[in-house]
């Protein structure tokens, strides 16, 4: 058994609208990381899954609601995000936010 590998030259971003792009890196069905690139102001939507989420911030600068409280986070900060709690995103300065969820998530594939 061997590794799947994406190579980051290889690694192609499918724009969401808004000024939001995604990039499935790597994929199984108990877990999936996503790169999703943002310009400033963008908006990622509030919204809830059924997935456990932790999500990395990259570079940028972003304030986050999860639950119906606001934190504002940069590079370096990770927010975990339980099953079906409501959250959304404003970018502050344009960047970048590594997602990884468990399961996978179908719907981006």
Same mark, same amino acid.
């Given at each position: ?13 499918? /724009?969401?609208? @808004? @000024?939001?792009?995604?990039?499935? +890196? ?11 690139? !943002? %310009? ?9 899954? /059924?997935? +456990? ?5 990259? &570079? ?6 999860? @639950? ?6 940069? /590079?370096?900060?990770?927010?975990? !995000?339980?099953?079906?709690? /409501? ?5 502050? %300065?344009? @960047?970048?936010? +590594? ?5 996978? &998530?179908?719907?981006? +594939?």
């Amino acid at each position: 058994m061997r590794a799947d590998v994406v190579r980051g030259a290889d690694a192609r971003f499918i /724009p969401l609208g @808004g @000024g939001v792009s995604r990039c499935v +890196l790597a994929n199984s069905p108990g877990l999936m990381t996503v790169e999703v690139r !943002f %310009e400033e102001g963008a908006v990622g939507a509030v919204h809830s899954h /059924p997935h +456990l989420q932790n999500t990395y911030v990259l &570079r940028g600068r972003f304030r986050f609601t999860v @639950g119906g409280e606001a934190v504002e986070v940069g /590079p370096g900060d990770t927010l975990a !995000f339980p099953e079906d709690v /409501p959250h959304g995103t404003e970018c502050l %300065e344009a @960047g970048a936010l +590594l997602d990884v969820f468990s399961p996978a &998530r179908a719907d981006f +594939l």
